[in-house]
């Protein structure tokens, strides 16, 4: 009899098993976990010569062209570009599109060295007290090497007005590094500045942490990032921390090329700051520099979420490079000492959702909070919490160390989606109450949603959002 009854158990599984390979997709004690079937190969960094490293022609030809926000509200723009041969001109002509007058602001230039490696001539120029909802041009470079760009500002400051980020992470240089920005690029929801979670050109994974990389990850990214602004996280690849061949400073690289308007929001440290832009309050956070308690980056967030004006900027959005929720095994619980300290906050002041990367796979959370734990009390298991974010870990822009595909298991009830495939985020702001966000994998058509959910405002609209599965 118990012979029996163990074979059938066995038969039974073994036809679940079946059932799990015929199916694309499994449901398991959380979410769901997609076993979408995708390449396992790791991808290569594109070769040196490939079209999208190419050197824009003429004698010093601005190059690596990007722009970010340049102040607190969306009337400025931080315009950086490199010349590679002598210094030139560090002068942005911009005009707007209704009054074709033009207008110049000077930046500055800088050069910095990371052990033998010499940077070109990296030039940033602020640019402020633009109108708002606004088509400009611009001009960088000198006579003949002179290139034009354009971007368009936000509208002000307001609850309700629709806005559309995009979002990218661990992006890297390889072929899928060029299928994930080209998805996006594609994608016929129209990203209008784009959340950066962090870990950028990956320079530090070559011998000496090869600077000429950064050079070619911003030759890359140029096509999109000149003409929309990209919003930095630093990740850990960003640190470039390499003291046995004296380069003892972290940040170096990342600080001289990608400059950010943090001054604006009182930070006192590029690594973290704030912007507003539409019906969003942005929080950039820095998971490689100290958070705990009396840190500078603690006391500026503490008074900063104070600041946060729902009725204003009804959406608040929180980046950072390591996700504090990620239930893949790899970077298993890393974000767990700034998820201690900084949890607390996000339920108390309703984060609508933090984003974050470093987990080379895709991720979505249920609405959950894990804060009842005091050393003793043994309250320590994420509960549903509708005053909590939803965290995104959207680390699947593809560089070269590949796809993450180990999930702890069973998956996690507070775990909604999770797949290990390269692809990008969208999220689309519609007013003061609803927000669409949906995740779209490289090797679908440009519109397919591979994963998507309606966001409720918890500030504007306190009903509770539809979970297609109970929580713990
Ligand atoms: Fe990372």
Known sequence: ??????????????????????????????????????????????????????????????????????DHVGKGVIVSWVTPDEPGSSTVLYWSEKSQLKNSAEGIVLTYKYFNYTSGYIHHCSIYDLEFDTKYYYEVGIGNSTRKFWFRTPPSVGPDVPYTFGLIGDLGQTHDSNRTLTHYELNPVKGQALLFVGDLSYADAYPFHDNTRWDTWGRFVERNAAYQPWIWTAGNHEVDFLPDIGEGKPFKPYKNRYHVPYRASKSTSPLWYSIKRASAYIIVLSSYSAYGIYTPQYKWLE??????????????????????????VHHYMEGESMRVMYEQWFVKYKVDVVFAGHVHAYERSERISNIGYNIVNGICTPISDESAPVYITIGDGGNLEGLVTEMTEPQPSYSAYREASFGHGIFEIKNRSHAFYSWHRNQDGYAVEADSTWLHNRYWNPSPEQSSIAIL
């Not at 600041?307 to 959406?315: D, G």
Request: aromatic content about 12%; glycine content about 8%.
């Open 1 to 70: 009899m118990g012979v029996r009854w163990e074979f059938d158990v066995v038969f039974t599984l073994f036809l679940l098993l079946g059932l799990n390979i015929l199916w694309l997709a499994q449901v398991c004690e959380g979410g769901f976990t997609s076993t979408y079937v995708r390449n396992g190969q790791l991808s290569r960094d594109m070769p040196l010569d490939s079209d999208v490293f190419r050197v824009p022609p003429g004698y010093n030809a601005p190059q690596q062209v990007h722009i970010t926000q340049g």
């Open 303 to 328: 008074k900063e979420l104070l600041k946060v004006n729902r009725s204003e900027t009804p959406w608040l959005i929180v980046i950072m490079h390591c996700p504090l929720y990620s239930s893949y």
